[in-house]
C-alpha cells in the first residue's frame, strides 16, 4: 500500500487511541506538576477538550490546526508540550501523525489535585 493511500484510507477511518498507560492512580508531586503545567495553557486546555468529542479515536496534526484556527507552529509545540507530559500519545502514519488523549492520566491527576484539596484531620 502506498504512503498515499495509508493517509486516504487513516483519513475516512482515525484509528482507536493505542497504547495505554499503567492503570497505578497514585501521581507523585513530579508528575502532578508535569501535567499541570501542560495544562496551564488556554490553547492547549483547547486542544484537550477537543478528544472530548472523540471517544476513542485519534487525531491527526491538521484537524486539530483547523479546529483551534491556530498557526500550524503553533499548534504542534503545544502538541509537543502536551506529549511530553503524557497527556497524549502520537504515532505517524507516512506524513501524518495522529494524537490520542491519554484519559487515565488525566484521571490520575484529577485525583492527584483533589487530594490537595481535602481537609486534614
Given at each position: 500500500?502506498?504512503?498515499q ?43 484537550v477538550?477537543l ?10 496534526t ?20 502536551l ?9 505517524r ?5 495522529w ?23
Amino acid at each position: 500500500m502506498s504512503a498515499q493511500t495509508r493517509c486516504q484510507s487513516a483519513k475516512l477511518n482515525p484509528p482507536s487511541c493505542f497504547g495505554e498507560i499503567p492503570t497505578d492512580l497514585a501521581f507523585d508531586a513530579d508528575e502532578t506538576a508535569r501535567v499541570a503545567k501542560a495544562l496551564a495553557h488556554p490553547a492547549r486546555i483547547a486542544i484537550v477538550e477537543l478528544f472530548g468529542d472523540a471517544r476513542g479515536k485519534a487525531r491527526v496534526t491538521g484537524d486539530i490546526v483547523k479546529a483551534t484556527g491556530l498557526a500550524q507552529s503553533t499548534v504542534s509545540e503545544h502538541l509537543r508540550i502536551l506529549r511530553g507530559a503524557g497527556v497524549l500519545v502520537s504515532r505517524r502514519d507516512g506524513a501524518r501523525i495522529w494524537y490520542c488523549l491519554r484519559r487515565p492520566v488525566l484521571r490520575r491527576f484529577a485525583i492527584a489535585v483533589s487530594t490537595l484539596a481535602k481537609e486534614s484531620p
